[in-house]
């Protein structure tokens, strides 16, 4: 009797959202074919690393597929002190990320799109060195995961509007 309700309730809530023009962001026409088409370019570094593993997971990148986009990433990346004891040793940091990337159609080279994200999280820092190097580490990650999911919506949201390159 219960799931007949459920399923009484999902269908009259389909229904409805069918009926007022909502369509889902990955339902759009073009907008999978196009993120697995984007080719990602990252800084050297553990940053770029993680970004870029991200993003193609993300993007779920066709490796046999050429690439429609290019993408070019910098980054930036910051470390604060927070929550200082009164020994002046800080206990929690801040990590902020910041990725500026510009999105560049294949053939021609013409820009298509350009954007910035910034994620900023916070960690703790053990009294242990290896606890302090483990936390950062995942800080990191975290922050590069994080951005990914980001630059993935920014851009899905982009292609699903008609995407066309400037100039």
Same mark, same amino acid.
């Given at each position: 009797? /219960?799931?007949? $309700?459920?399923?009484? +309730?999902?269908? %009259? @809530?389909?229904?409805?959202?069918?009926?007022?023009? %909502? @369509?889902?962001?990955?339902?759009? #026409?073009?907008? +999978?074919?196009?993120?697995?088409? $984007?080719? *990602?370019?990252? #800084?050297?570094?553990?940053?770029?690393?993680?970004?870029?593993?991200?993003?193609?997971? @993300? %993007?779920?990148? &066709?490796?046999?597929? #050429?690439?429609?986009?290019?993408?070019?990433?910098?980054?930036?990346? @910051?470390?604060?002190?927070?929550? *200082?004891? $009164?020994? &002046? +040793?800080?206990?929690?940091?801040?990590? *902020?990320? +910041?990725?500026?990337?510009?999105?560049?159609?294949? #053939?021609?080279?013409?820009?298509? /799109?350009?954007?910035?994200?910034?994620?900023?999280?916070?960690?703790?820092?053990?009294?242990?060195?290896?606890?302090?190097?483990?936390?950062?580490?995942?800080?990191?990650?975290?922050?590069?995961?994080?951005?990914?999911?980001? $630059?993935?919506?920014?851009?899905?949201?982009?292609?699903? &509007?008609?995407?066309?390159?400037?100039?």
């Amino acid at each position: 009797m /219960k799931r007949a $309700i459920t399923l009484a +309730v999902l269908l %009259f @809530a389909a229904a409805g959202l069918g009926a007022c023009g %909502f @369509a889902p962001l990955y339902g759009a #026409p073009g907008v +999978v074919s196009s993120l697995a088409a $984007i080719d *990602v370019v990252a #800084p050297d570094g553990r940053a770029g690393y993680l970004i870029r593993e991200h993003l193609d997971d @993300a %993007f779920a990148k &066709n490796h046999g597929a #050429p690439a429609a986009y290019r993408m070019q990433l910098s980054l930036s990346e @910051a470390r604060y002190p927070r929550g *200082v004891r $009164i020994d &002046n +040793v800080a206990t929690r940091y801040e990590y *902020v990320l +910041v990725a500026d990337y510009a999105l560049a159609a294949v #053939p021609s080279g013409a820009l298509a /799109k350009k954007g910035r994200v910034r994620v900023e999280l916070t960690y703790d820092s053990a009294d242990q060195p290896y606890a302090s190097i483990a936390a950062q580490q995942d800080a990191q990650d975290r922050g590069a995961e994080e951005a990914a999911r980001r $630059i993935q919506l920014e851009l899905a949201a982009w292609l699903a &509007n008609g995407a066309k390159p400037k100039g």
